[in-house]
């Protein structure tokens, strides 16, 4: 029986993108792990080993952010094939799969849960494997689920998705 491995990352809007990474740096000792290029994301952990386990995205639009400010969750799982058994049973159980994403570091895909709350469910490779230098998610994951590739988000899609 496939199992999650862990909680893996929050995403949340961000009215000032630069006042919540000062918070989450400062209160909590976070540390940013990598920056979109074009500011519009930063990537936070606690720990060494995690791409991160918070994701800031940039949203001037927040009418009340302490209701409307979660993007997505995410699960991680212990293996690639987790995510494709996990993936087929969601396609045999008819739940739309929203999108296939490449994180050059992750792949992984999402999904709605009844209340539509965004989920994603994704296998990140070890440390040793990701990039030396530059954006850490800029790379392409080596595999596809069962032939489906993962895209590459654009900065849109990432400010306009749920």
Known sequence: MVRVK???????????IDDSEEFYTNILGLHVTTRRPTGTMIFMSAREDASHELALIKSDDIEDSSTHSLAHFAWEM?????VKEIHRKCVAEGIEIKSVADHGVSLGFYISDPDGNEIEIFYEMPK??????G?????????????????KLTDAEITSSS
């Open 6 to 16: 862990q909680l893996g990352h929050i995403v949340l809007r961000a009215n000032d």
């Open 78 to 82: 212990e293996s690639l094939e987790d």
């Open 128 to 133: 040793s494997s990701w990039p030396k230098d």
């Open 135 to 151: 954006y850490l998610f800029a790379g392409d994951f080596p595999d596809s689920l069962d032939g489906v590739e993962g895209k």
